[in-house]
């Protein structure tokens, strides 16, 4: 019937006669869909990582790798993103809530607490890393000394919404290979606006990069 999305969770909405489903997936950093025409050849992917295949008359979607596959009645949609923050793309976008989510979590590093779904849905490596750098923050600054965070949530929103519906991502306005961001996947490059080396980190989970001079530590002075 139709596809929606709530932060990175994908949500295809199917009928079957009378009933509605919805195949829920999470792509995750390696997992895709992809379209071929009926007959064409499914070369996108490995084979082996294929975990769902759905058919039309006019068309054939291969979902490669998928994480948190799951299917349910699209009246029980709603148990599957519950546990989430707002949706910074969505149309009930809640910036005040997705502020006082983070606020929870004061002790907590700001670009940890920007990946947390929990707090607001759809905030990636990328856009942690870019908004952070626009802002002029340092990543691990607290939460509860973040200065106007407010401004960094609709910052975070603002770089998102610009990049709705295009392929590639650009939080510099550019679009040119090697210009779309500020600091991510930048490592040891002149920073785009001081012309600091970029450093990059692997605390927790995830790797973060960010200017030391533009960035500095315990410094967090808004744009």
């Known amino acids: 019937i139709e596809s929606a999305c709530y932060g990175k969770h994908l949500l295809l909405r199917l009928k079957n006669k ?57 009246s029980d949609e709603s148990l599957l993103t519950r546990h989430l923050g707002p949706d910074l793309l969505g149309p009930n976008w809640d910036p005040q809530e997705a502020v006082r989510r983070l606020q929870m979590h004061d002790d907590t590093a700001i670009a940890e607490a920007l990946l947390d779904q929990r707090n607001l849905a759809g905030i990636g490596n990328l856009y942690k890393a870019e908004a952070l750098f626009v802002h002029r923050t340092w990543p691990w600054t607290p939460v509860s000394e973040v200065e106007d965070l407010p401004g960094l949530v609709t910052l975070a929103q603002k770089q998102l919404a610009a990049n709705r519906g295009r392929w590639t991502q650009s939080t510099t306005g550019s679009l040119l290979k090697g210009e779309t961001t500020f600091v991510y996947g930048r490592r040891g490059r002149p920073c785009r606006r001081c012309g600091t080396a970029i450093r990059v980190s692997e605390r927790g989970d995830r790797i973060t990069y960010w200017c030391p001079a533009c960035q500095p530590e315990s410094v967090t002075t808004p744009s």
Do not use: N, Q
């Open 18 to 74: 009378d009933r509605t489903f919805t195949l829920h997936s999470h792509l995750r950093m390696d997992g895709s869909w992809r379209m071929f025409a009926p007959g064409d050849r499914w070369a996108a992917r490995p084979a082996h990582t294929i975990r769902v295949v759905l058919r039309t008359d006019d068309a054939v979607a291969v979902g490669y790798h998928l994480h948190e596959l799951s299917l349910v009645r699209t």
